[in-house]
């Protein structure tokens, strides 16, 4: 069944560059890693669906898995990380735009597991219609055309200077081809010097590094240690997959997966996946005229959030999802401690450097 969580940090494009670490399977055959989202990759490859955690107690919080910051400083070392990174690329000879990062990058929806809004199911479905044909206001919230793939793209995955809503659009499209590629080689680096340290465990993905890109050399001036870095990506990837077995694999999380499948069934519905609903009502825009289809696909997500109250997916999940939390936070502490030690030890590093300049 493919996992429909969501609920993502809205900085998470911006983190998949702060990390660095460009994370996924290297495969010398091609000619630059293929960076994406989701199982196959780690570090800002990696996605938590959640809120962060804190100890009250004083002990390590629950570090983020799509950055591996905790709360504190959090929003410091994002912004030392981005200056950092533009001066390097000055000193190249090349723009770099440091993106807006919100007050407090740690605010965050609800998670939840199904593709549907229930809030906003009545007006806008499942946020195709305003996606495809509507003016949407970016501030507003809609799932992503892909239900599969929750995360924005790396930078370096689509073609430099195309309209992605990336800050350095504008920059790029000034650019040659030659040039804008000159450019994504200066921040991100080549597959020849990338540094890597191989998962381990059933369907470990390597972590990476591209050595002579200005986010490596952010990293590793603010880190000191790269490959230490790759590995604590690597935990945090186990980390995540430790919290989605426990959840996937709780007999309450099963028993409501079969409640939203009784209940859509019972509709007239009979899906095999949580984002059917969404694929159906997608494809109904290339079978029938627009304001029919605008209606198909706000009659399915109706159906699909009135089952989601029913089943009360959404409510187990956030709450096993908790749970999982709290069973990481006990049960790996240390390795909670050493990455917040490693987030601290930047933070130093950072000021310093800041300082300098």
Request: aromatic share 8%; with cysteine; hydrophobic share 35%.
């Amino acid at each position: 069944m493919k996992r429909h969580a969501t609920g993502v940090p809205a900085f998470v494009a911006l983190a998949l560059l702060l990390t660095a670490c460009t994370t996924g399977h290297l495969d010398a055959s091609h000619g630059s890693p293929d960076v994406r989202s989701g199982p196959e990759g780690t570090s800002g490859s990696v996605v938590a669906v959640g809120e962060e955690t804190t100890d009250a107690s004083g002990g390590p919080g629950m570090v983020s898995l799509t950055t591996r910051l905790v709360a504190d400083d959090a929003r410091f070392l994002l912004v030392a990380q981005q200056t950092l990174i533009a001066r390097c690329m000055e000193a190249r000879g090349f723009l770099y735009v440091i993106p807006p990062i919100p007050e407090d990058p740690f605010d965050q929806p609800q998670p939840r597991w199904t593709p549907v809004y229930p809030e906003v199911a009545p007006e806008r479905g499942y946020g195709i219609y305003d996606a495809k044909f509507a003016d949407a206001s970016p501030s507003q919230e809609k799932p992503s055309e892909n239900p599969e793939d929750e995360t924005p793209g790396f930078e370096g995955d689509v073609p430099p200077g195309e309209d992605t809503g990336d800050p350095q659009g504008d920059y790029l499209n000034t650019l040659s081809p030659e040039r804008q590629q000159e450019w994504v080689a200066a921040l991100t680096g080549t597959e020849e010097n990338a540094t890597v340290v191989s998962g381990a465990g059933e369907g470990g993905a390597d972590a990476f590094i591209n050595m002579d890109g200005c986010v490596a050399e952010v990293e590793d001036d603010l880190y000191g240690d790269v490959e230490a870095l790759l590995r604590s990506d690597l935990l945090i990837q186990s980390l995540r997959a430790d919290q989605s077995e426990r959840v996937d694999s709780d007999p309450r999380f099963i028993e409501a997966q079969d409640a939203w499948f009784r209940c859509m069934s019972e509709e007239g519905f009979d899906f095999e996946d949580f984002g059917d609903g969404y694929d159906l009502a997608k494809a109904a825009y290339a079978e029938l005229p627009i304001e029919e289809a605008h209606a198909f696909e706000i009659d399915v997500a109706m159906t699909d959030a009135a089952c989601v109250g029913e089943s009360g997916i959404n409510r187990t999940y956030r709450m096993l999802l908790a749970e999982a939390n709290e069973y990481v936070e006990t049960e790996r502490a240390g390795v909670l401690l050493g990455l917040r030690e490693l987030q601290e030890q930047a933070v130093r590093r950072a000021k310093e450097l800041l300082a300098e300049n």
